[in-house]
Every structure is written in structure tokens, then in C-alpha cells.
């Protein structure tokens, strides 16, 4: 009886399953990867809802009728943003606040950039003390400053007057925003400037043509910084505006509140025409907003 022998194949390798992606070895899988999606919706709803509610309360006080006590704001009503901007002047307020903003926002642009060029570009005995001395600004309060800055605006004669809280606002946001502004500048490599030297430029047209477009973002940033800075704050308006005419919306809004009374509905709708323009321009500029404060990362 003859006999051959039999060959074994081995059986093929299993399918990799098409649902589990390929993993690096040793690499282990996150414990929220595998986590119920209503795990990862429910504290980010009962964040919102917290975060949301207090702007529905807002709202729900400059929309409704005086005196009324519902949840809803219905029938809506304009008349307490009526009651703001005519018998309360916030009008008024609202000009200076623009005007206060937008002056700070360039001078702050301006001299930043300046300051902010030097620190990037040139080597100096003491620029490291320099620096240190710009951070350890940010540590003082702006309620030390008011004595000192009001003595010298007395000086100058700039007491009451809008240009006062533009210089003071100013001088607040420089140390931060030449940091700001040293970091974008230290991104741009410095080989483009030398080759616009190289074309005939001198170093204030090459960084005019070369640099200052690569650096959009961040004066966005720098310059969206200050002036909501500069809309919010309530300290230097309050101190160096008397006059009605001259002072700003967080001045305005603490004229709504008395040791008696405090009216509601006003004070809603002020806070709403304070809130409305700083919204509309970051809705604007969120985009450049977060590339400029990414790009501006100091090193080291």
C-alpha cells in the first residue's frame, strides 16, 4: 500500500477589522476615545447653559415691560434702550467710548511696533533688564498709577478732557503689547529684510514693504487687545472725567446705580449697548485674533 504524504497549508491570517484604526505600538487609546458620546455632551452642555443664562437674563430684563415679572420677554419692548440713549445720554457715552478706543488702539499700535522692532532686532547692554522691567509692569495695578497720572495731567492742564484717559490707557497696555509685538516680529526671518537691503531698500522701507505685511495678524491682536481694554475700563474715565458730556459707557452704566435704587431695565439695555460692539468685532476677527496670539509665542 503506497501512502503520500499530505501537505498542510496553514489557514490565512485574519482580517484586520475595518472599524478599529491601525495603532502605534505601546501606544495606548485615550479613556474619552471610548466614551459614551453623552459623556462628552453633558458637561458641555451644563457649561453653556451656565455660560448662556446670565445673557438671557440680560436680555430678559432690557426686553420686557417695567414691572413685569415673566420668564418670557413678550410682548418686547425698546423703551428702556430708549430711556439709555436719549434721557441718559448714552450716546454721548457711546462717541467717547469709540473715540477713546480707537485713539488707544493706534497709539498703542504705533509706539508698540516701534518699541516692539527694537527688541526684536537690535542687541543692547540692557535689554534683558528692559524686558524685565516691561513684565514686572504687568504686575501693578492700574489704582497706583492714579495719583502720579493725575498730578501730571493737572500739570498739562488735561484734567476732564478725553485725551487724559487716551495717553493713561495707553501707557497701561505698551509693556504688554510691545512683548506682544517683539515675539511676531522675531517670527519673521530676518534673511527677507537683508535681501530688501540688497534691492536698494534702506531698514524703514524694507520693513514697510517685507515685514509690517507679514505682521497683520498680530496688530490685530495687539490692537484688538487694547481697545477692548480701553471700552471696558472704568478706573482712569472715572478719575479724570467730571463733566457728563465728556465721560465714557462704564461711567454711564455706574450712573445707573444709586444707593437706593437700582433700575433694572436701564441698566440691561446699558449693558447691552456696552456688550453689542465688542462682540460684532471679535465675531470679525476671531480668525486673525487666534493666529496672531499663536504666532506671537516668545521662545525661551
Not at 478719575?239 to 444707593?259: C, R
Request: contains cysteine; positive net charge.
Amino acid at each position: 500500500m503506497i501512502t503520500k504524504d499530505v501537505e498542510t497549508v496553514a489557514p490565512p491570517p485574519p482580517a484586520p477589522v475595518a472599524d478599529e484604526p491601525p495603532q502605534r505600538p505601546g501606544r495606548r487609546r485615550r479613556a474619552w476615545d471610548e466614551a459614551p458620546r453623552w459623556q462628552i455632551y453633558l458637561p458641555l452642555g451644563i457649561y453653556l447653559l451656565f455660560t448662556l443664562v446670565p445673557f438671557y437674563w440680560i436680555l430678559l430684563f432690557a426686553l420686557r415691560k417695567p414691572g413685569s415679572t415673566s420668564l418670557v420677554p413678550w410682548p418686547m419692548t425698546f423703551e428702556h434702550f430708549e430711556k439709555v440713549w436719549n434721557e441718559r445720554s448714552f450716546g454721548t457715552y457711546f462717541e467717547n467710548s469709540v473715540l477713546v478706543g480707537l485713539a488707544t488702539l493706534l497709539m498703542t499700535t504705533v509706539v508698540a511696533l516701534a518699541g516692539g522692532y527694537a527688541l526684536a532686532r537690535f542687541d543692547f547692554r540692557i535689554k534683558r533688564a528692559f524686558m524685565l522691567a516691561l513684565l514686572c509692569s504687568q504686575f501693578v495695578p492700574g489704582a497706583l498709577l492714579l495719583v502720579p497720572l493725575f498730578q501730571i495731567f493737572a500739570e498739562l492742564r488735561m484734567i476732564n478732557s478725553l485725551g487724559s484717559v487716551i495717553i493713561a490707557e495707553t501707557v497701561f497696555q505698551l509693556p504688554l503689547s510691545m512683548i506682544l509685538i517683539s515675539g511676531f516680529i522675531r517670527n519673521v526671518p530676518y534673511s527677507l529684510e537683508e535681501a530688501a537691503w540688497v534691492d536698494g531698500c534702506n531698514r524703514f522701507s524694507g520693513f514697510r514693504v517685507v515685514v509690517l505685511p507679514l505682521l497683520r495678524p498680530g496688530l490685530i491682536a495687539v490692537g484688538s487687545f487694547a481697545f477692548v481694554h480701553s471700552w471696558n475700563h472704568f478706573l482712569f474715565a472715572l478719575m479724570f472725567l467730571s463733566n457728563q458730556d465728556k465721560q465714557t459707557i462704564p461711567v454711564g452704566l455706574n450712573s445707573l446705580m444709586s444707593a437706593d435704587s437700582v433700575d433694572l431695565g436701564a441698566l440691561a439695555a446699558g449693558g447691552i449697548i456696552a456688550a453689542v460692539p465688542v462682540v460684532i468685532v471679535f465675531a470679525f476677527i476671531q480668525k486673525w485674533l487666534i493666529t496672531g496670539f499663536s504666532a506671537g509665542a516668545v521662545k525661551g
